[in-house]
């Protein structure tokens, strides 16, 4: 299994960015399929971006299509949030996750999140 580690969380105004880290440990990362997901308090999780194993096919929710770029480094075993011109309704905690490329292949691995408040 893989083990995942967020970071770069924090207190962010309107239109400013910041750049989420995820860090991975335990078997080889770079055989999964990343994610960025992320919940609001009060609202269900939601998807937010996912890369390939081989980092060559991205998607993202339209919410965020052209503020935030998915990125990996499978070297350096760590992939990455890059968030830009940041809403209030960005606000959420941000979790990363993992999963096998297999088709119908769930999101099994987790890490912690990480908290991102934009503030007005």
């Known amino acids: 299994q893989v083990q995942l580690v967020e970071s770069g969380g924090g207190l962010v105004q309107a239109g400013g960015s910041l750049r989420l880290s995820c860090a991975a440990s335990?078997?080889?990362?770079?055989?999964?399929?990343m994610g960025w997901f992320r919940q609001a308090p009060g609202k269900e999780r939601e998807f937010v971006a996912a890369?390939?194993?081989?980092?060559?096919?991205?998607s993202y929710a339209d919410s965020v299509k052209g503020r935030f770029t998915i990125s990996r480094d499978n070297a350096k075993n760590t992939m990455y949030l890059q968030m830009n011109s940041l809403k209030p309704g960005d606000t959420a905690v941000y979790y990363c996750?993992?999963?096998?490329?297999?088709?119908?292949?769930?999101?099994?691995?987790w890490g912690q999140g990480t908290q991102v408040t934009v503030s007005s």
């Open positions: 335990g078997r080889t990362f770079s055989i999964y399929d």
């Open positions: 890369i390939r194993w081989s980092g060559g096919s991205t």
């Open positions: 996750a993992a999963r096998l490329p297999r088709v119908g292949a769930e999101y099994d691995y």
